[in-house]
């Protein structure tokens, strides 16, 4: 069975500092997606960044890119310039791209970030 | 367009209750999901609906149950509740609910059993 861990529970930014989130993944599926969501205080889960793993490439999206080692199963998030609105839980979650469909996310158990003013 | 919509926010109940819980999916999509997410838990994948049918199933008992209706409403229905029952329900939607789909999350309605 896939799995998610997110080793870090907590972790604190200054702002406009950049700041790493570790996630690693389990799987024995060749192809498969993975994703940084976000969960403010208003609970609303909204989607930070996207990458597929057949892609080589990075994927960015403004302040916040990934560094995705296939090889290694892991899936960093970098968040730069960080700002006070990027206070919230991070979540990476993994969906295999056979068999399954878009809401049949495993999700990691979740990384607290602060940011300090 | 609006987004998800997730009815009650707040809810109440006590054991051996039963619960039914509402989601209004961003209007176009069909593919309506629903999770559970407790501290000790995290989120886990309770089931999702298609076109008004049932397409994948997480790990949960029987007394969580769910529909969908023909404009892609959906209710969950939680029957004899537990008190392991208390935590924030959350639904998504997407247009066909594929893995490439970006998905939309609902603010949630959190359940507590008493």
């Known amino acids: 069975a896939q799995t998610v861990t997110q080793s870090q529970p907590e972790m604190s930014v200054q702002e406009a500092e950049t700041v790493t989130l570790s996630c690693t993944y389990d799987?024995?599926?060749?192809?498969?997606?993975l994703f940084w969501y976000k969960q403010p205080p208003s609970r609303q889960m909204i989607l930070v960044i996207r990458?597929?793993?057949?892609?080589?490439q990075n994927a960015t999206e403004n302040r916040f890119s990934v560094n995705f080692q296939k090889a290694a199963k892991s899936f960093s998030l970098k968040i730069s310039d960080s700002q006070l609105g990027d206070a919230a839980m991070y979540f990476c979650a993994y969906n295999g791209a056979y068999g399954g469909s878009q809401g049949n996310l495993i999700f990691g158990k979740g990384t607290k970030l602060s940011v300090k003013p | 367009k609006a987004g998800v919509t997730q009815t009650p926010r707040y809810l109440i109940k006590t054991r051996g209750q039963q619960v039914t819980l509402s989601c209004s999916p961003i209007?176009?999509?069909?593919?309506v999901s629903w999770y559970q997410q407790t501290p000790g838990q995290g989120l886990q994948f309770l089931f999702e609906?298609?076109?008004?049918?049932?397409?994948n199933k997480g790990n949960f008992p029987g007394r969580f149950s769910g529909r969908q209706f023909s404009n892609s409403r959906s209710e969950m229905n939680v029957s004899t509740l537990e008190l392991g029952d208390s935590a924030l329900y959350l639904c998504?939607?997407?247009?066909?609910?594929?893995?490439?789909?970006?998905?939309?999350f609902g603010s949630g309605t959190q359940l507590s059993v008493l």
């Open positions: 998504a939607s997407s247009v066909f609910g594929q893995v490439n789909e970006k998905l939309f």
């Open positions: 990458q597929e793993a057949y892609k080589q």
């Open positions: 609906y298609f076109s008004e049918t049932q397409r």
């Open positions: 209007s176009g999509h069909r593919s």
């Open positions: 799987t024995s599926e060749s192809d498969y997606y």
